[in-house]
Each structure stands twice: as structure tokens, then as C-alpha cells.
């Protein structure tokens, strides 16, 4: 009674925020953080890093149609785009692990969502078919 929490979790990518009450954590390893209100952890590299003071109102930037992709790679930041919009992204496999720093509305197609991040990374989409968009470096 009284907790309220958000989890994140996409493929490797796992994310707990407490916003009341107490919340545990047990990862596969069985390693364990007990949260408290503005406590956050994320799984990396399957240990769990814990944060205090935590900005909670990014954990739920989703309902409110924001994305916030701080200090994400663009792996991730791709997937999550392939999830929202219903398309597949594709990319050259040296691109993955290029870190993304944004936070923004969500626009309301998925060509307004890839024309910030691209130009921001100095890279460029082309549009496959109807939803698949293969993502390269703007030369």
C-alpha cells in the first residue's frame, strides 16, 4: 500500500524507478537494492547501479509522449522508435554503441522522431519501404 514505481525493460535494458513507498530489486544474480522514493537503478553489464536524488519524472516522460534518451546508445534509442512507431530501423553495426543525449515531444510520425536524431549525430535516414528506414552516415 502507498508504493508507486515504474520498471523499464527492453531486451538487456532494465530500469526501476521508486516515486513512493519501498521497492527491491533482485537481478538474475541474485544481487539486491532496496529503493527508496528518488532512487532509480538500471542493469549494467548484469550488476545493478543504483541512483539517489534521482529525477523521477523522467521514468514516466512516456505518458506524457516524451521521449528522454539521456546518455543512450543508439541501439537502444533505435529499438525504442522501432516499438513506438511500428518500423524497422536499420543501421550499420558501427553506429550501435554511439551514445544519444535528448529529450523531446513525441512527433507525430516516425520521420519527424528520425530527423532529430539523425541530424543531431550528423547521420541521414532513407526510407526503405513502408516502414523500414535503413539509417547511414551523412557524408
Not at 24 to 40: A, G, I, M, R, T
Not at 41 to 68: C, H, P
Request: proline share 1%; hydrophobic share 35%; with cysteine.
Amino acid at each position: 500500500m502507498g508504493t508507486s514505481f515504474n520498471i523499464y525493460a527492453r531486451e538487456s535494458n532494465y530500469r526501476v524507478t521508486c516515486f513512493t513507498g519501498k521497492v527491491k530489486v533482485v537481478s538474475n544474480s541474485n544481487e539486491s537494492v532496496l529503493l527508496e522514493p528518488n532512487n532509480h537503478v538500471e542493469l549494467e553489464n548484469g550488476k545493478l547501479v543504483m541512483k539517489t536524488n534521482y529525477k523521477t519524472e523522467k521514468a514516466i516522460d512516456w505518458k506524457i509522449e516524451r521521449f528522454d534518451f539521456a546518455g543512450r546508445s543508439l541501439n537502444e534509442v533505435f529499438r525504442e522508435i522501432e516499438r513506438q512507431f511500428a518500423v524497422t530501423i536499420q543501421f550499420q553495426t558501427e553506429l550501435k554503441n554511439r551514445s544519444f543525449s535528448s529529450n523531446f515531444a513525441k512527433p507525430g510520425n516516425v520521420e519527424e522522431v528520425l530527423d532529430y536524431v539523425c541530424k543531431s549525430m550528423q547521420l541521414k535516414y532513407i526510407k526503405q519501404s513502408e516502414n523500414t528506414y535503413l539509417v547511414v552516415k551523412n557524408n
